[in-house]
């Protein structure tokens, strides 16, 4: 069971538009900022989204990120097919003492 | 773009030690950063193990604390993962990771390619 929670699945069609969430709790998500991560088939995870809403260099701006309390979405416009991958919600929690990781969302452009 | 290796033993017996090492490179002073280890059984999702921070303290995911060890040798730009009495469920990929963190931030920028490591007699 994982600390923070994520849709397993979520899917639409190509060009629509998607949301992912995350829900923590104030130790976590509440007090700290999150961070997202798309992990294509097969390999290594990619940072998305770091500070709730900041884009690494190179992720276009399709990917957005917000938080709001203890709770965090993945916006992603204009999907493709090439966007087919398994997200993942990260932050620190300040009770436990550690990072945590959101179960995963398997995204499917249909 | 600082880039990170894995390596280590791709098969480890039941109740014997996992050792993986991650080499750094293109970065300055292994020093100046948190590193961490991350890691993935087949089919699911993805797990903190621990990480390391600039001044040699460790934090562990309490579920795996009494089992891990995570140090750093920086002569050799090198950390280290240390997983004791291993057993099936600690099959997995293992990736290592920079950590940054600082003020409430906590992300993973860059990531090694990952090892498979399987336990099993």
């Known amino acids: 069971q994982s600390v923070l929670t994520q849709p397993p699945s979520v899917s639409a069609a190509p060009g629509q538009k998607v949301t992912i969430s995350c829900s923590g709790s104030?130790?976590?998500?509440?007090?700290?900022?999150i961070s997202w991560y798309r992990q294509l088939p097969g390999t290594v995870p990619k940072l998305l989204i770091y500070?709730?809403?900041k884009r690494p260099s190179g992720i276009p701006d399709r990917f957005s990120g917000s938080k709001s309390g203890t709770s965090a979405t993945l916006d992603i416009t204009g999907l493709q097919t090439g966007d087919e991958a398994d997200y993942y919600c990260?932050?620190?929690?300040?009770?436990?003492?550690?990072?945590?990781f959101g179960g995963g969302t398997k995204l499917t452009v249909l | 773009q600082v880039q990170l290796q894995e390596s280590g033993p791709g098969l480890v017996k039941p109740a014997e030690t996992l050792s993986l090492t991650c080499t750094v490179s293109?970065?300055?002073?292994?020093?100046?950063?948190?590193w961490g280890w991350i890691r993935q059984p087949p089919g699911k999702g993805l797990e903190w193990i621990g990480s390391?921070?600039?001044?040699?303290?460790?934090y562990y995911n309490p579920s795996l604390r009494s089992r891990v060890t995570i140090s750093v040798d920086t002569s050799k730009k090198q950390f280290s993962l240390n997983l004791s009495s291993v057993t099936a469920a600690d099959t997995a990929v293992y990736f290592c990771?920079?950590?940054?963190?600082?003020?409430?931030?906590?992300?993973?920028?860059?990531w090694g390619q990952g090892t498979l490591v399987t336990v099993s007699s």
């Open positions: 990771a920079r950590h940054l963190m600082f003020r409430g931030v906590t992300y993973f920028d860059s």
């Open positions: 293109d970065y300055p002073n292994i020093r100046g950063s948190w």
């Open positions: 390391i921070d600039n001044s040699g303290s460790t």
């Open positions: 104030t130790s976590n998500i509440g007090n700290n900022y």
């Open positions: 500070e709730n809403s």
């Open positions: 990260g932050t620190w929690d300040s009770s436990l003492i550690a990072g945590v």
